[in-house]
T-cell receptor, first 112, second 112 residues
Framework: KQEVTQIPAALSVPEGENLVLNCSFT??????LQWFRQDPGKGLTSLLL?????REQTSGRLNASLDKSSGRSTLYIAASQPGDSATYLC???????????FGAGTQVVVTP | DTAVSQTPKYLVTQMGNDKSIKCEQN?????MYWYKQDSKKFLKIMFS???????INETVPNRFSPKSPDKAHLNLHINSLELGDSAVYFC???????????FGEGSRLTVL
């Protein structure tokens, strides 16, 4: 059974610093991997989707890498801003049916 | 113009009651999902429909019954509510099966 772990559970950084968020998974036979952010009391917002054949995806200040062999994905957020404060969730899709296994998330606080 | 909308946003009810949560998406997506986020914030998939056909049915009590009257709607009916059903229920959609997920804002169910 796929297990997804996100460490640390919480992170606080000063504004302007780069953020590095980690996601590890136990079964390297994945279909895809998605990163989301969740604001308090809100739904999840998709940030990046990486297919199993891809090594990375980029969108603006966000870059996500995928290393299936080591069971890891890393989300980089450049030049963090207070508006980046949220919980970031990693979700691994292990098949083509769309069933995602979520990590518990990393709660990020960016201080002005 | 909300892409994935759920109603109601909050629901407080007594044990033993029956309740429904409705979900609608205006993105033209083919696939819709129900996820449950428990008190520990873990997100778990419950059901998925593709073109009104059930494709994912996780180990969920049969008190939970999804219904998809058309591609744009996916409802969740819960019979004989129990205390452990208290959670936030999220609806999501994707253009294709296992595609990028778009979430609604969630429906917080509290069973007393």
């Amino acid at each position: 059974k796929q297990e997804v772990t996100q460490i640390p559970a919480a992170l606080s950084v000063p504004e302007g610093e780069n953020l590095v968020l980690n996601c590890s998974f136990t079964d390297s036979a994945i279909y895809n991997l998605q990163w989301f952010r969740q604001d308090p009391g809100k739904g999840l917002t998709s940030l990046l989707l990486i297919q199993s054949s891809q090594r990375e995806q980029t969108s603006g200040r966000l870059n996500a890498s995928l290393d299936k062999s080591s069971g890891r994905s890393t989300l980089y957020i450049a030049a963090s801003q207070p508006g980046d404060s949220a919980t970031y969730l990693c979700a691994v899709g292990s098949d083509s049916w769309g069933k995602l296994q979520f990590g518990a998330g990393t709660q990020v606080v960016v201080t002005p | 113009d909300t892409a994935v909308s759920q109603t109601p946003k909050y629901l407080v009810t007594q044990m033993g009651n029956d309740k429904s949560i409705k979900c609608e998406q205006n993105l033209g997506h083919d696939t819709m999902y129900w996820y449950k986020q428990d008190s520990k914030k873990f997100l778990k998939i419950m059901f998925s429909y593709n073109n009104k056909e059930l494709i994912i049915n996780e180990t969920v009590p049969n008190r939970f019954s999804p219904k998809s009257p058309d591609k744009a709607h996916l409802n969740l009916h819960i019979n004989s509510l129990e205390l452990g059903d208290s959670a936030v229920y999220f609806c999501a959609s994707s253009q294709v099966v296992a595609g990028e997920l778009f979430f609604g804002e969630g429906s917080r169910l509290t069973v007393l």
